[in-house]
């Protein structure tokens, strides 16, 4: 099983646009990918924040920690196999161009682990 290669951490927001401003402007994060409904934006090397203008039912507090990875099959399974919650199996997500899963950790937060299929996802600067 391969290690996860990067991390992004997605918070709800209300206003996009406002946070698009404060996020490049005021603390000059680059905008790494668009997806329309989700912005993500790089704050270090392999670690990012993204914003989405939708809050999903299964999100506490409208956070979704996300663990990138080329094996999602494999990291779902060890996570299935240790006994904790499945909130979605393995599937694409072709609006936003992704594989990815859903399980929620001990403290109730949602963790995806996802791969990126969409060629425009680029780790590196």
Known sequence: MKP???MITFCYTENMDESHVFYTEVLQLPMVLDQG???IYRIAEEAFIGFCSRRENNQREGVT???VTDD???WFTRVEKAGYEVIRKPAPTPEYGIYNCFVRDPSGYTVEIQRFEDPLWQTTE
């Open 72 to 74: 999602v099959d494999e």
């Open 4 to 6: 996860f290669n990067s």
């Open 65 to 67: 920690i996300t663990l």
């Open 37 to 39: 409904g989700c912005r």
